[in-house]
């Protein structure tokens, strides 16, 4: 219950920008990133780690940030779609989504994003089927999926062309 | 009576700008305007919202199905630092009136239950605080006493339920909402004389749009001006937002609506009045602003956005040649515990009730009931996806039972292509359509033969392949009358379904859309701007796209009913007539050229035949702003560029009797699904091998956006006929409340590619011929798929006639039909 727990000081890095705050133990990560600091890129969904729309990475590693309490997140890095590419300078994976119609409502779309980052920094030429293996951990409801495994196909192609950052 | 077949003399359309004209922009595969901020994060979603010194709202939800709410105890949620109010229904119930409700008689609920709840999740109380931290503990603090009642689950069951089980006692001593007996053509007649009468009773479980982002609102009163000002992630604002003010009892200039991103809808948003009025009842008692946001719970148990729930008992007659001659139904549909559209989703149904298919007369006997559920809302159809499964379930049980094949039957049955415009038997037009050309568009991108031929193959190898077909309309463009036909007596019969379009070309000839309706996952901004761009020979790249809140919006219906680029198409294409009129009448001084001499080209308004004698739209829009002295005199011509239209239903009349509803849904899409599937009958798995998907909406604006709505669509249909079912026990609780275990389709549910064909049947009434596109997959996937799965359990004599048809559901046919036929997996 409020005020059961004493408040903790914490230093959250988010898109390389450190974030010292005293926040309730209960605080969950994605009210932190939304409501603490402003980036309302990252969306929530089910509120149950079930579909994905909260996904950040955190140290490297797409998590649930609906789930996750911001003091796990004391002393580590975050990174949101606020971290990609901005408005006239999409990154490959971005332009990829745009060219190959993998959104509609967009709601779900910043979890995929940084889903797909993870999968192309481990892996920057995924076949087919990995993309799909990854995706299965997000749910979209609008495209039926084709079009988001065509749009990281399309950003495999555009980061041989241009750089190898997704 | 209406009469089945073609019209002889049509009604005169519409049209300004036909189909058959050379496009530059309609018909190319423009990237979405609307992509790269939702691509970076800059969405602007209800949760985005943020006001100065704004508070949160809770609500307290009934555990309870039924049940009398005694007393309320608040003192220690209003002790709880950080709570600012606490509200029950009786504090509701002094500031606000009864939510919309379009039923006749109307159907009253209230944003917070007052002396009664009537569902599991209905709102008891709402705690306004600091945080939402803080109202959901102080929501926990509330003290409640109920007094249960029966509680009603079955649909059967709420037709013979009788005292305290009844809902709404002051409609009724029973949980019947409505009971209604219809009849189109001679019905009795074909059935007498039918040489075969096929019979099934189905199964359409409750699902529902569920959206990746719930419903909320954000909400400020303004006691200086005693106006309230609402976000709110909901559509039709400027349509029927005005009952929102009635019921926050202001009058409708006291409030204005803001429209924001939605994160989906699929029906669900339709018209969010509930959010709105909750965080309007909670800014008003607060003093200040106030954001309510459903968690998945609260959206799940309680948003008023489950679909259809229904029991039908299908006749189909057919005559000695195998012609279906008559349909015969009736139908339970479990309403839940209100009505807030009435029996919209029958009337809806009855647009396209005989399918793609001459079928002459139709009887229809509809009880809509009361239980202690949800209250429906809309889903993707709206009711007519219910009809197309009713009715392409009901032909695969012909071509079953009377040994068929199933595309043979289909075509012999077929509206035929030079019959249109078609009159059915409820009175409805189909404007026009290729029904045959759809199926064998299909059966060629299936290799349909191909595929039986590996069927065959399969099944001397032990192995369970199926290939469905299901050949489906997908009416467009809703006139209001489907919302009150149905009632016995009318009410407020509304009759306008308009969509407007506000267009300002500035001083450097760059172009401002204003839409009245928002942004819903559809592609708004790229419809309004390929058409003016098509319009005025203009880069779209020089038009933006905005949403005009309810002070200065203009009639609009909204996206729903796939009715919004047809409807925007119009009021695009009527704006832009003013606005190019007035663009020759200056550039006709500039270049000294009678206006009718004039065209558009690249940009430029230039003298018909002369390549070197023109103006850019750009020096023309500058003349017209700055320098008013350069042209003449005339008090019609003013300063600047700007034009407002408003487009009116294309085709729309009033219902003559009820066995003749007038034509009230008439911009007719098709398509044909053919899904090929393997079924595993250890576990019941239904696995995809193929699965193709030809539609026809007529002009495409945009091919890439329709394909994106045909898969998502599919998927959607996929979800409602594999996975997804809201649960109630028999005491009308919510089995699953969380998408846990209400399973929404992941990519692994899905088929790795759906084929896509577009066979492309303008419609003569709409602009550029333009048919909706946004509900069809939903409205095709489920038969489809039902179609294949039984063709694939065709050696074991499984019939399908439920959905979802879940691995368990599947594995208990396969049981049963295995104990019959004495073999076992």
Same mark, same amino acid.
Request: with cysteine; proline share 6%; glycine share 10%.
């Given at each position: ?22 926040i ?17 890129g ?5 509120? /149950? ?14 998590t649930?940030?609906c789930?996750?309490l ?18 006239? /300078? ?6 990829g989504?745009?060219?190959m ?9 910043p ?6 980052t ?13 993309i ?19 749009s ?15 | ?15 300004k ?14 990237l ?6 939702f ?8 949760d ?20 009398r ?12 630092? %950080? ?51 803080i109202?959901?503990?102080a ?8 007094e ?26 029973d ?38 982002e719930?419903? @909320?609102?954000?909400?400020?009163f ?10 709110v ?21 006291q ?7 939605a ?84 009337g ?23 239980t202690?559920?949800?209250q ?6 709206f ?6 499964f ?14 068929? #094949? ?43 033969d ?23 309309q ?27 379009a ?18 819903? %996952? ?7 701007a ?31 009913g ?7 198409? @119009?009021?695009i ?25 004039l ?6 308004? @230039? ?5 070197g004698?023109?103006?850019s ?31 009116d239903?294309?085709l ?5 009797? #009820?066995?003749?509803?007038g034509?009230?849904y008439?911009?007719? %899409?098709?398509?044909?699904h053919?899904?090929v ?12 091998? #193929? ?7 007529g ?13 998502? %669509? ?107 036929s004495?073999?076992?997996?």
């Open positions: 219950m409020n005020g059961s727990m004493d408040n903790q000081d914490v230093n959250i890095t988010v898109n390389g920008r450190s974030y010292k705050r005293r309730e133990p209960r605080l969950l990560l994605s009210d932190f990133i939304r409501h603490g600091i402003g980036l309302t990252t969306h929530v969904g089910c509120e /149950n780690g079930v579909c994905g729309a909260c996904t950040v990475l955190l140290d490297g590693l797409a649930r940030s789930c996750t911001a003091v796990q997140a004391d002393g580590r890095q975050v990174e949101t779609v606020e971290s990609l590419g901005r408005i006239n /300078n999409l990154s490959p994976l971005q332009r989504f745009w060219e119609h993998g959104l509609q409502c967009g709601y779900c779309t979890g995929m994003l940084m889903l797909m993870e999968l192309l920094r481990e892996n920057p030429n995924p076949d087919r089927d990995t799909r293996a990854r995706l299965n951990d997000n749910i979209c409801r609008c495209t039926g999926y084709e079009d988001i495994v065509n990281v196909e399309r950003a495999v192609e555009l980061m041989r062309g241009e750089s190898s950052r997704p | 009576m209406a009469e089945a077949g073609k019209i002889l003399s049509p009604p005169a359309g519409r049209q700008e036909r189909s058959d004209q050379r496009l530059n922009v309609i018909g190319t595969r423009m979405r305007k609307e992509d790269p901020r691509l970076i994060g800059r969405g602007r979603f209800i985005d919202i943020t006001l100065p010194n704004m508070a949160h709202a809770a609500v307290l939800r009934s555990p309870h199905a039924h049940a709410i005694k007393s309320i105890n608040t003192g220690a949620a209003l002790a709880l630092p %950080g709570v600012v109010a606490v509200i029950t229904g009786e504090d509701a119930a002094k500031e606000t009136g009864p939510l919309p409700c379009f039923a006749n008689p109307t159907v009253e609920q209230r944003c917070v239950a007052l002396g009664k709840v009537r569902h599991v999740g209905e709102p008891v109380v709402l705690v306004v605080a600091d945080n939402r931290y109202a959901e503990d929501a926990a603090l509330v003290d409640v006493e109920y249960l009642l029966p509680a009603v689950s079955d649909m059967m069951d709420a037709i013979t339920s009788r005292g305290d089980a009844v809902l709404h006692p002051e409609r009724g001593p949980n019947v909402a409505e009971h209604r007996n219809y009849s189109f053509g001679p019905v009795d007649q074909e059935f007498a004389q039918a040489a075969h009468v096929i019979k099934r009773r189905l199964r359409w479980s409750r699902s529902g749009g569920q959206p990746l719930t419903a @909320g609102s954000v909400a400020s303004d006691e200086g001006s005693g106006k309230f000002t609402i976000y992630n909901g559509s039709m604002y400027n349509y029927i937002g005005l009952t929102i003010a009635t019921a926050l009892k202001v009058a409708s200039h409030l204005n609506i803001i429209p924001v991103d994160g989906g809808s699929f029906g669900s948003k339709l018209f969010l009045h509930k959010v709105a009025v909750l965080a309007a009842l909670g800014a008003r008692a607060a003093g200040r602003p106030v954001k309510y946001i459903e968690d998945r719970i609260d959206n799940i148990t309680a948003c008023d956005n489950h679909g259809s729930d229904r029991i039908y008992d299908v006749e189909l007659a057919l005559d000695a040649a195998n012609r279906m001659t008559a349909l015969r139904y009736k139908v339970v549909d479990d309403y839940g515990a209100y009505f807030q559209y009435g029996l919209g989703t029958h809806n149904g009855f647009s396209q009730t005989v399918g793609p298919y001459k079928i002459r007369a139709v009887g229809a006997e509809i009880y809509a009931v009361f202690n559920k949800c429906q809302g809309a889903c993707r159809g009711g007519s996806e219910v009809t197309n009713m009715i392409e379930r009901i032909v695969d049980a012909a071509v079953a039972e009377l040994n068929l #094949d199933p595309i043979a039957f289909r075509r012999d049955n077929f509206i035929r292509p030079e019959e249109f415009p078609y009159q059915i038997p409820t009175g409805n037009l189909y404007d026009s359509g290729n029904y045959p050309g759809a199926l064998d568009m299909a059966l060629q991108l299936l290799d349909y191909g595929w039986r031929e590996k069927q065959q193959l399969a099944r001397t190898q032990g192995r369970y392949v199926g290939i469905g077909v299901a050949s489906c997908e009416k467009g463009v809703f006139s209001a009358t489907e919302f009150w036909m149905l009632n016995r007596q009318p009410g407020f019969a509304l009759t306008s379904s308009p969509e407007s506000s267009i300002k070309i500035d001083a450097t000839g760059k172009a401002v859309i204003s839409l009245h309706a928002p942004c819903w %996952g559809n592609s708004p901004e790229t419809v309004a390929m058409v003016l761009a098509e319009q005025l020979t203009m880069d779209p790249a020089d038009i933006s796209v905005t949403y005009s809140d309810s002070d200065h919006g203009l009639p609009g219906t909204g996206p729903g796939s009715r919004y680029t047809v409807m925007v198409t @119009g009021a294409t009527g704006a832009a007539t003013i606005i190019k009129e007035k663009l020759k009448r200056v550039a006709s001084h500039m270049l000294e050229a009678g206006p009718h001499d065209e558009f080209r690249n940009g430029k308004i @230039g003298v018909k035949g002369a390549s004698l023109e103006v739209i750009t020096e023309v829009a500058t003349q017209a702003h700055f320098f008013r002295l350069s042209l003449p005199d005339d008090p019609d011509l003013t300063s600047g560029l700007d034009a407002s239209y408003t487009y239903h294309p729309a009349t009033l219902p003559k009797s #009820d066995s003749d509803f034509i009230f008439p911009i007719m %899409g098709h398509m044909c053919m899904p599937v393997e079924v595993d009958p250890k576990t019941g798995q239904v696995s995809f091998l #193929d699965y193709v998907a030809v539609h026809d909406c002009t495409m604006i945009n091919p890439m956006t329709v394909d994106g709505h045909v898969r998502g %669509g599919t998927a959607q249909g996929i979800g409602t006929a594999l996975l997804e079912e809201f649960r109630y026990d028999k005491n009308g609780q919510l089995l699953n409340t969380s998408f846990t275990d209400y399973l929404l389709p992941r990519i692994s549910n899905l088929p790795p590619q759906v084929r896509i064909g577009h066979l492309v049947t303008p419609s003569p009434y709409t602009e550029y011929g333009v048919k909706g596109a946004g509900e069809g997959g939903r409205m095709v996937a489920p038969p489809a798929l039902i179609s294949a799965i039984e063709d694939a359990l065709r050696p074991l004599g499984v019939k399908i006639d439920t959905v979802p048809v879940t691995p368990s559901r599947l594995r208990a046919l396969i049981r049963e039909a295995e104990a019959k004495g073999r076992g997996h």
